[in-house]
């Protein structure tokens, strides 16, 4: 009540809100609908549907690091609970990575970088938060965290984005593991918080290709050694690589897969990339 009294603008005039929201209402019902409902009726009609999610695997409430989540399930699941359908509807699942990996805000970060390398990848990359503004923390890609998304997502596709922003880059590293004080390996995201706080990288170098790769649209055009270093992410993390992303306009994109064909085909999965590589279904992507 005290908030009331303290007010100081005009006052509403309930009529006025309930005509101004009646007014809404007339426009937009012709568009309510059961939306699961309707998913159900286009999916069994043949329709392609795809289900896009938002945020990633590691701010999942359950999968992700914990206590540096959101309140929700990102991972690829959410689009059966939020999209009203079925797990069996689903017949791919994209994952979305960057060619080296940023993380928001606070949280284990093994391959993160404090030099020059972070510092040119944040430039380039135009590394700022897309809701907070806030600058993005970069370091080099990392399998470890990628393997444990592939798992708890059921990935079978990759997108990478942001290719060209490693082209300024003589050496490019690889995260293929974890150490921590007591000499102990680990491939994944451990899931104990003390001791994901005392891990160090394990890189495998690779050379950068030192030349142009942004606008780039097709695959035969794009550096030999950017080529090689796609496909070790593809041999690593042992999932095809879809599409690839050489710069921030939408026509800056090269499709290596129509994955909203009708036919899935055998053995793709963990084959090194192929332009010609047949296609195959598609479901929901899910962030990475």
């Known amino acids: 009540m005290q908030y009331v ?3 100081k603008g005009p006052l ?6 309930f005509e101004n929201l009646l007014e809404s209402y007339r426009r937009i019902s012709p568009y309510i609908v059961d ?3 309707l998913v159900d009726q286009e999916i069994k009609s043949g329709k392609h549907i795809l ?3 938002a945020q990633g695997t590691y701010l999942d409430i359950d999968h992700g690091t914990y206590p540096f989540v959101t309140s929700s399930n990102t991972v690829s699941g959410g689009a059966c609970t939020g999209g009203g359908i079925g797990p069996t509807s689903i017949t791919a699942v994209g994952g979305v990575v960057k060619a080296y990996t940023t993380r928001v805000g606070e949280g284990p970060f093994p391959t993160e970088l404090f030099d020059d390398v972070g510092e040119l990848l944040a430039k380039e990359g135009n590394e700022f ?3 907070t503004g806030r600058p993005r923390r970069c ?7 990628l393997k444990k998304a592939v798992r708890v997502n059921g990935l079978t596709h990759l997108a990478v984005t942001k290719l060209d922003v490693m082209d300024k880059l003589e050496t490019i590293k690889l995260c293929v ?3 921590d004080k007591a000499g102990n390996r680990y491939s994944v995201m451990p899931s104990k918080q003390a001791v994901q706080k005392e891990l160090k990288p394990v890189y495998e170098e690779i050379p950068g290709w030192l030349s142009n790769s942004s606008g780039v649209t097709d695959y035969d055009q794009l550096p030999e050694k950017a080529k090689s270093y796609l496909k070790r992410i593809e041999e690593l993390l042992e999932v095809p690589i879809f599409i690839i992303s050489t710069g921030p306009k939408r026509e800056h994109t090269i499709i290596l897969q129509d994955i909203f064909a009708d036919k899935t085909p055998e053995g793709t999965k963990g084959d090194c990339i192929q332009p010609s590589r047949p296609p195959c279904h598609t479901g929901p992507t899910q962030q990475q």
């Open 12 to 17: 509403l005039d309930a009529n006025e809100v």
């Open 51 to 53: 289900f896009e999610g």
């Open 139 to 145: 370091g080099w890609f990392d399998t470890c965290l």
């Open 177 to 179: 593991a974890y150490e």
């Open 5 to 7: 009294l303290s007010y």
């Open 129 to 131: 938060g897309a809701t």
């Open 35 to 37: 939306s699961s409902e």
